[in-house]
């Protein structure tokens, strides 16, 4: 069964320093998505990705976060300087093209640590 | 979006059917009734769909009633594996962008 992956599994970071997270969507998909989820709290989204921009995106996705698809297989998450509140797992999700009720498929997640 | 309504935890038992309803009273025409399930340290899983009356799969089924305003996930003779977090989403998916809204989810605690 297609899955959806990420790397890496766990990043480990010193505050202000950049980092790169990475997620392969599922091949045939073409609706991209990253949430986060700090330790203990609810599933955040971030922003969804088609057609080579950003569709939607929430209040956390300020000016340090960006989302690339480099080629056409990866999805990728910067946060340019890392803070110590961006410590959190984060979920990269995708869609397929077609409408009505297609569900979101989730990545097993990398656990971002800021120290 | 329709805000949904859900119990904080659960706790059952091994072979027992576990039923976990979801409030929702501002449900729109177009809006489907989604359950993920999420294990700790790993992303949501789909588990169900449904828009009215009944959906079964081979994991779980969803009860709907008429009116819409609830949902009810069913798990039938659980094990100590379906011990997770039961989100249940409520939205319309007729476009793609449509980011998921998670709330805090049942807790679903199986015990031997």
């Known amino acids: 069964e297609p899955e959806v992956t990420q790397t890496p599994s766990h990043q480990v970071t010193q505050m202000g320093q950049e980092v790169i997270l990475r997620c392969v969507p599922i091949s045939n998909h073409l609706y991209f998505y990253w949430y986060r989820q700090i330790l203990g709290q609810k599933v955040e989204f971030l922003v969804s990705?088609?057609?080579?921009?950003?569709?939607?995106k929430s209040e956390i996705f300020d000016d340090q976060f960006s989302v690339e698809r480099p080629d056409g297989s990866n999805f990728t998450l910067k946060i340019r300087s890392t803070k110590l509140e961006d410590s959190a797992m984060y979920f990269c999700?995708?869609?397929?093209?077609?409408?009505?009720?297609?569900?979101?498929?989730f990545g097993p997640g990398t656990r971002l640590t800021v120290l | 979006l329709a805000k949904t309504t859900q119990p904080i935890s659960m706790d059952s038992y091994e072979g027992q059917e576990v039923n976990i309803t979801c409030s929702h009273n501002n449900i729109a025409t177009n809006d489907y009734i989604t359950w993920y399930q999420q294990f700790p340290s790993q992303g949501p899983r789909f588990i169900i769909q449904?828009?009215?009356t009944k959906v079964t799969n081979e994991v779980a089924s969803l009860f709907i009633p008429a009116d819409r305003k609830s949902s009810t996930l069913s798990l039938p003779r659980v094990s100590l594996s379906d011990t997770a977090v039961y989100y249940c989403?409520?939205?319309?998916?007729?476009?793609?962008?449509?980011?998921?809204?998670f709330g805090s989810g049942t807790r679903l605690q199986v015990q031997p």
């Open positions: 989403l409520v939205g319309g998916w007729d476009t793609g962008r449509r980011a998921l809204t």
């Open positions: 999700a995708s869609r397929s093209a077609r409408g009505g009720t297609d569900t979101q498929y």
């Open positions: 449904g828009y009215k």
């Open positions: 990705f088609y057609n080579n921009e950003i569709s939607e």
